[in-house]
């Protein structure tokens, strides 16, 4: 059950003050797009939260709690910044008494192929065989979806697209690190949803998801992702052996990094990232990144294509199957 004085803590503070979305927006304006993508969505909690309320409609605070076995003041903060964001509105309901849900806005509906990404590239590269399928209503099979082009319905990879030089600039002013980014336990939420480890750790932390971009805009060595991102060298040095370890990154004789096929297929998480926020979020002129697929020209335009039909996937017509 949740109190209300729970609820006017998320809400305003001990000043009862609510803080705008927009206030927010405009202190972060200085961020790109992706900038502030990642200072919203880079966080393990925050992804599991929304993981949480895809896959199995959670809209209550008490059922996050419940099912995460997060703590009620981490819980509390996150869902605050989330409402903050636009990314979900809290609604009154009636059940007897006035009750609260989080309700998914529809910029936070937006979110689905992110998250359905996520899932695919757990399961093709992260052993997460376990993860329930997607099933596609419109073919009534397992859609394994893959990532392809908008514009000409073909599959998309890192390989055949193209960026505008110059774009490290989008990611090298990405905000402070979140304290207490690491608080979840190994063992986390061990069920058939799974816990996405691997993208978690990418995604999870923003100087991570900054040097794999960098990396899939070309950047191979020590010091130009240094120079590139303004990152600190022991933190770099730390982010890449980690990346070595994950196999996301093989370390090479002269000393450069490159991306291994593991790494490369990020680029479908990556992808979705980049187009919701460029969608959804204000950003300074001039800070979008250009991405264009090279067989067709056109602009970025990422949909998740079904396996088994080939048809772009929709949300209305797609449900994990979580019964099985
Ligand atoms: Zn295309
Ligand atoms: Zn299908």
Known sequence: MVSLALHQRIRGGTGGRIVSGTERRTARAELSAIGQALAILGDRWVLLILQRAFLLRIRTFAGWRDALGISESVLAARLKELVDHGIFELAAYRDGRTR??????????????????????ERDWADRGRLPPLLHHLCGHAAEPYLGCGACREPMSARDTHTEPGPLAT?????????????????????????????????????????????FLGTRRFVDFQAGLGIAPSVLTDRLRRFVELGVFDPRPDGSYRLTD?????????????????????????????????PCGAALDPVLLCTACARPLRRREVRFVLDG
């Open 262 to 294: 593991k790494g490369l297929a990020f680029f479908e998480v990556f992808a979705f990232l980049v187009d919701w926020a460029q969608h959804e979020l204000p950003a300074p002129e001039g800070s979008a990144l250009a991405i264009t697929h090279r």
């Open 100 to 121: 609260y849900e989080y309700r998914l806005t529809e910029r936070g509906l937006r979110l689905w192929t992110l998250l359905v990404a996520i899932h695919s590239w």
């Open 171 to 215: 990611f090298s002013r990405i905000g402070p690190p979140r304290r207490h980014r690491r608080t979840v336990r190994p063992d986390a939420a061990p069920d058939l949803i799974g816990y996405c480890p691997d993208s978690m750790e990418i995604l999870g932390d923003r100087w991570s998801t900054s040097i794999l971009a960098g990396a």
